[in-house]
């Protein structure tokens, strides 16, 4: 498979699996929002803990295929270098959703889409390809 298809198909199948997360994240966000009274910020961590699972689980056996290809790191080092991603994404999209509703006085649920689709495609696709499922080259044998 030529190199401009196989990078296509890596970076469609990490948005399939980052909109399924999001998903997730989002309406769990909402519900509990909504449905509790618990402020969205709170809500958006909550959210995104569970969103994160899913696309972890996702991006790990089917979009980056790291059960069948020699990484860079086991699969601790890549749930640490995970979870690390994760609670950045979590702080710059709970601080981007209150600075946008705060400033802009838009619905907390219109700015996090806002928010989300900056945060997803230039923070946590970069990382999750270029440093937590990082392939590493086989290694000859003797």
Same mark, same amino acid.
């Given at each position: 498979?030529?190199?401009?298809?196989?990078?296509?198909?890596?970076?469609?199948?990490?948005?399939?699996?980052?909109?399924?997360?999001?998903?997730?994240?989002?309406?769990?966000?909402?519900?509990?929002?909504?449905?509790?009274?618990?402020?969205?910020?709170?809500? *958006?961590?909550?959210?995104? +803990?569970?969103?994160?699972?899913? @696309?972890?689980? /996702?991006? $790990?056996? =089917?979009? %980056?295929?790291?059960?069948?290809?020699?990484?860079?790191?086991?699969?601790?080092?890549?749930?640490?270098?995970?979870?690390?991603?994760?609670?950045?994404?979590?702080?710059?999209?709970?601080?981007?959703?209150?600075?946008?509703?705060?400033?802009?006085?838009?619905?907390?649920?219109?700015?996090? *889409?806002?928010?989300?689709? +900056?945060?997803?495609?230039?923070? @946590?696709?970069? /990382?999750? $390809?270029? =440093?937590? %499922?990082?392939?590493?080259?086989?290694?000859?044998?003797?």
């Amino acid at each position: 498979m030529n190199k401009f298809v196989e990078r296509a198909l890596i970076f469609s199948k990490a948005q399939v699996s980052a909109f399924i997360g999001g998903i997730c994240d989002y309406m769990i966000m909402v519900f509990i929002t909504e449905v509790f009274h618990v402020h969205y910020m709170i809500s *958006i961590a909550i959210g995104g +803990v569970i969103g994160a699972v899913v @696309n972890f689980s /996702l991006n $790990k056996g =089917w979009t %980056f295929r790291s059960k069948d290809v020699p990484y860079k790191n086991s699969i601790y080092k890549q749930l640490l270098k995970f979870v690390l991603v994760v609670l950045n994404s979590i702080l710059l999209k709970s601080s981007g959703t209150y600075l946008i509703t705060t400033f802009l006085r838009l619905d907390y649920k219109i700015s996090r *889409i806002f928010v989300d689709l +900056v945060v997803s495609l230039a923070f @946590n696709y970069t /990382l999750q $390809k270029h =440093w937590v %499922f990082k392939k590493v080259s086989k290694s000859p044998t003797a």
